[in-house]
């Protein structure tokens, strides 16, 4: 098998994407026929999550079903042979001989690239800590791609919330950096855009603005909210300080364009009222399902075999 990880958003070029946002769109219409398209029936993904999950680990497994193919999984430190004291190192070593992908969540940034240094299967970055989590920027990607032509068409993103840890929006914003679009971040300036990325987009010419005023997403195409990640402060009463601090309601979407969408990667807390749960703008939901078409898709692609699904068509 081709080994192919995928371990950051920056690995992918535009073509990589364009490809898979095609493959994407083709299961998501092949699902409507088949309850299975069996590619990987010999194939066993191993999901190794130790940090919370419900969408991504469950998405993951969900896909891998679809597939065809199995699952192993270990869920918490406390119940694997971590908490025995064994190195990770060790712990992936043996994994090798019991799975032919690894998804791994783990909480410090780079865990994912040493996995996928440490052993000879595709490894999978689930998210790392507050670095990224480069297969939901896929299926963000994808969604805004079913309601904006990003092809032929310039977006503006409004990104809300927690932008300094937030990893899925650090995933995103390198993906639609290969697209035509530009970015408004709206957050007070303590969890604001780390410089790293504000030097990447500066260096790309890619145009973004920062400020604390949420009536800023009146601006926007896409509003893309994250809850403030209560697990990544030090110092409590930060948090405190910021988790309510902006809300997205029927009030505020009376200020926007009619046409914005509202997405979350989920969790949410109270920064998305469900008062616009119903609304056509709130995207979230389909968001979720989305990754389990996206999550095909990037199990092909780690594995090399994309190709098969035109069997299918
Ligand atoms: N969006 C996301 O990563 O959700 P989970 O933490 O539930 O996997």
Redesign the pocket.
């Known amino acids: 098998m081709q080994v192919k990880s995928i371990l950051t958003a920056d690995q992918f070029t535009r073509s990589d994407l364009d490809l898979i946002l095609n493959k994407t769109a083709l299961i998501e219409s092949l699902l409507k026929n088949h309850k299975q398209l069996n590619i990987l029936n010999e194939y066993i993904l191993a999901t190794m999550?130790f940090?919370?999950?419900?969408?991504?680990?469950?998405?993951f497994e969900s896909a891998m079903h679809r597939l065809g193919g199995r699952v192993v999984t270990a869920v918490g430190m406390q119940f694997s042979s971590l908490a025995k004291g064994e190195t990770l190192f060790d712990t992936l070593k043996v994994l090798e001989s019991y799975a032919d992908i690894c998804a791994i969540?783990h909480p410090v940034e780079g865990a994912s690239t040493v996995a996928a240094k440490s052993i000879s299967i595709p490894v999978i970055n689930?998210?790392d800590g507050a670095g990224e989590?480069p297969t939901?920027a896929i299926l963000d990607l994808y969604t805004i791609s079913v309601y904006k032509d990003i092809i032929h068409k310039k977006i503006k993103v409004g990104f809300v919330g927690d932008i300094k840890y937030g990893r899925?929006i650090h995933s995103l914003i390198k993906l639609l950096s290969k697209y035509n679009a530009s970015f408004i971040f709206i957050s007070p300036s303590e969890i604001g855009l780390p410089d790293k990325y504000k030097e990447a987009l500066t260096n790309q010419n890619i145009e973004y603005k920062e400020t604390s005023d949420i009536d800023a997403l009146a601006e926007c195409d896409v509003g893309y909210i994250t809850r403030i990640q209560e697990e990544r402060f030090l110092d409590h009463s930060t948090f405190e300080k910021f988790k309510d601090l902006y809300i997205i309601n029927k009030n505020l979407l009376k200020k926007c364009r009619e046409d914005i969408i509202i997405m979350h990667?989920?969790?949410r807390l109270n920064e998305v009222s469900t008062e616009i749960d119903q609304m056509p703008q709130a995207v979230y939901f389909k968001q979720?399902e989305y990754?389990l078409y996206s999550r095909m898709t990037l199990l092909l692609y780690v594995t090399g075999l994309l190709d098969k699904l035109d069997a299918f068509k």
């Not at 940090?51 to 998405?59: A, C, G, I, K, V």
């Open positions: 999550f940090e919370p999950s419900t969408r991504t680990r469950l998405s969540r689930a998210g989590h939901q899925t990667p989920l969790p979720a990754g």
